[in-house]
């Protein structure tokens, strides 16, 4: 098809509570006398590690429990779903399976737990961040995500605009142009804001959705691992146990360089190696740290530079930058921006509350509750959408050019129709393939879904027009009609969930599936959960020969034996009790039990350095 014409439409949502769904943490928040307020979470914090976890007895707990539990059942928890997010795939839970976006639901329905208790039990309905950058399916997934947690689900928004609407809410009365940085556990996100009496309006947006401090976090493990290699000739990442160990090493290493200049690493246990325990010791400073992540921050720079391009706006014209997101407490952050900018980032700001906060405000907008704050808010379409067409420029017709109806960064809501003519003689269909992406060709963007139109007058080629409308709405929903400008007859379809939504019993089948495994937990887990018992089944651990685990064990008792007479008082006595352990679990033939009185072997061998 070949094109002509155009013209524009909007509409409107109503949710009522906020919620930042973080790749590392999640957070929640709600309009209270005019202001948006955090809801107050487990011992009162305010945020809540995005992390699941599948019990023994197959129930899920969320939170800082399920976050306790990564090094010693790895494969019975996940952390960072969000990266997963509108992937077809599957995520294995000890001897189930999830979708993304159920693990993502888990973690939904402990908010909704929590606001229910807090704010009066019933039906809710939530506004949801989601990273600028996220594509459709993404966003559609985080969509289904609520759902499924039982919110309704009426808005989805981008996160830097719900950090911008945070500090809108503060400062009304200001003009001026802002950058949003939002540097996260797993995203990157970058908006150009501008603010006029009350009126918040996203001028352009890029990012990088799978850019944020979970790479930090690996390249370390990555550098930890080196060096384990280089003096045990050991990759600690080849078991599951040991990496899971290194990555949250990895996450308390970057957090004290925030604030000292050295680390010292001193690991006692990593991995076992013939029966004994394997350690690691190195020191990090914050220089070779900052050499690890720099080609990371660079890419952020460039993403600042292309932000600034789509605004027509130079980093001069730039009157604030605020930072948002855990990550953008790395100094070298800070010194990127103030080198950029020419000026340091505002301080006044939480950088893990303020989507929420914003959040919250949108959600307010929407309600009525916020009516009189005088404040609008505009956002951006993140991506190009369009369709495929024929490539007239050359000698000869090219099928599979890519043609945008709503250019990356138009401001949403939006309606837009394009007229197209028939490329052949005597054609009676057209195919619509829908795309987004920024290539001029479609084989490099990302397919979104396609329709036939039929019932089409047999015309010479270029002579029938066809009529295709593009509508986008602020919840980043997608609805497409082609229509026949002579006959009148139309064909649509909504870029919904893209995921097991093409039949409401599938969609009830996942609500089934989350409330089964969903349990309220108001208990500290610890009473009925050993979470440093190592007998859980591990991917090439669980399957150890019997044979092995009996040999191993013999092995630890006849070396505890030889230690006796080299100890008294305590020391002895913990001896003994292990080794009456060690005698129980050979009496048995367990592996399970075999495998504990080994693991509580290793953890002795390292307290008393034997």
């Excluded at 996942?510 to 495994?517: F, G, L, P, R, Y």
Aim: aromatic residues 6%.
């Amino acid at each position: 098809m070949t094109h002509s014409s155009t013209n524009a439409k909007t509409t409107s949502f109503r949710p009522i509570i906020g919620i930042d769904l973080g790749t590392t943490n999640t957070a929640a928040a709600y309009i209270y006398k005019q202001s948006p307020r955090m809801i107050q979470l487990k011992n009162g914090e305010h945020m809540m590690p995005s992390v699941v976890l599948l019990d023994p007895s197959d129930k899920v707990i969320v939170g800082d429990d399920a976050r306790s539990a990564l090094v010693a059942m790895p494969n019975r928890t996940k952390a960072a779903v969000k990266r997963e997010m509108g992937e077809e795939t599957l995520i294995s839970l000890g001897e189930k399976s999830f979708t993304p976006e159920e693990i993502s639901a888990f973690i939904l329905k402990e908010i909704k737990r929590v606001a229910d208790k807090q704010l009066g039990e019933g039906e809710k309905e939530a506004v949801i961040t989601v990273p600028a950058y996220f594509t459709n399916q993404q966003r559609q997934a985080t969509k289904k995500a609520g759902e499924l947690a039982g919110f309704v689900v009426e808005r989805i928004i981008n996160e830097p605009t719900a950090a911008a609407l945070a500090y809108g809410m503060q400062n009304l009365e200001e003009n001026s142009h802002i950058i949003v940085y939002d540097l996260g556990g797993g995203t990157f996100d970058v908006s150009v804001v501008e603010m006029m009496d009350g009126i918040l309006e996203v001028k352009a947006s890029a990012g990088n959705n799978q850019l944020g401090g979970e790479d930090f976090d690996w390249l370390v493990v990555d550098w930890l691992s080196e060096k384990m290699i280089a003096s045990t000739q050991i990759d600690p990442r080849e078991d599951i146990r040991s990496k899971a160990r290194l990555k949250e090493e990895a996450e308390k290493i970057k957090e004290k360089l925030s604030y000292e200049d050295t680390v010292n690493i001193a690991v006692p246990v990593v991995t076992v190696k013939n029966n004994s325990p394997i350690g690691l010791d190195a020191t990090l400073n914050r220089d070779e740290f900052v050499k690890l992540i720099e080609p990371l921050l660079l890419e952020t720079e460039e993403k600042l530079r292309q932000v600034l391009s789509d605004a027509n706006l130079k980093a001069t014209d730039i009157d604030e930058v605020l930072l948002v997101g855990g990550s953008t407490r790395i100094p070298q952050v800070h010194q990127l921006i103030t080198s950029f900018f020419q000026k340091a980032p505002k301080k006044d700001v939480n950088p893990d509350e303020a989507v929420a906060l914003g959040a919250a405000v949108q959600a307010g907008l929407k309600s009525g509750a916020l009516s009189n704050s005088g404040l609008i808010v505009t956002d951006v379409a993140p991506f190009s959408m369009g369709i495929a067409v024929l490539d007239n420029m050359r000698s000869r017709a090219k099928p599979g050019a890519f043609h945008a109806i709503i250019p990356r960064n138009t401001t949403i809501p939006v309606t837009r129709t394009e007229s197209f003519t028939t490329s052949e003689d005597n054609q009676t269909a057209v195919s619509i393939e829908i795309y987004q992406g920024e290539n001029d060709w479609v084989k490099n963007n990302y397919f979104l879904n396609e329709f036939i139109l039929e019932g089409l007058p047999a015309k010479r080629a270029g002579e029938e027009a066809v009529d295709v409308t593009f509508r986008y709405n602020l919840n980043g929903i997608l609805e497409v009609t082609a229509k026949s400008a002579s006959t009148g007859n139309e064909m649509s379809v909504t870029i919904e969930d893209a995921i097991d939504r093409s039949s409401e019993q599938a969609f009830q089948d996942s609500m089934t599936k989350v409330e089964a495994a969903y349990e309220v937990e108001d208990q500290d887990l610890a009473e009925e959960l050993n979470l440093f018992d190592f007998t859980e089944d591990v991917p090439g651990e669980s399957e150890e020969p019997l044979e092995e685990l009996i040999t191993d064990a013999k092995e630890w008792k006849k070396r505890f034996s030889k230690e006796l007479h080299n100890c008294d008082g305590v020391s002895k006595e913990e001896l003994e009790q292990v080794m009456m352990l060690i005698e129980s679990a050979l009496n048995s033939n367990d592996p399970a039990l075999l495998n504990k009185a080994i693991e509580r072997s290793i953890d002795l061998a390292i307290d008393l350095e034997i």
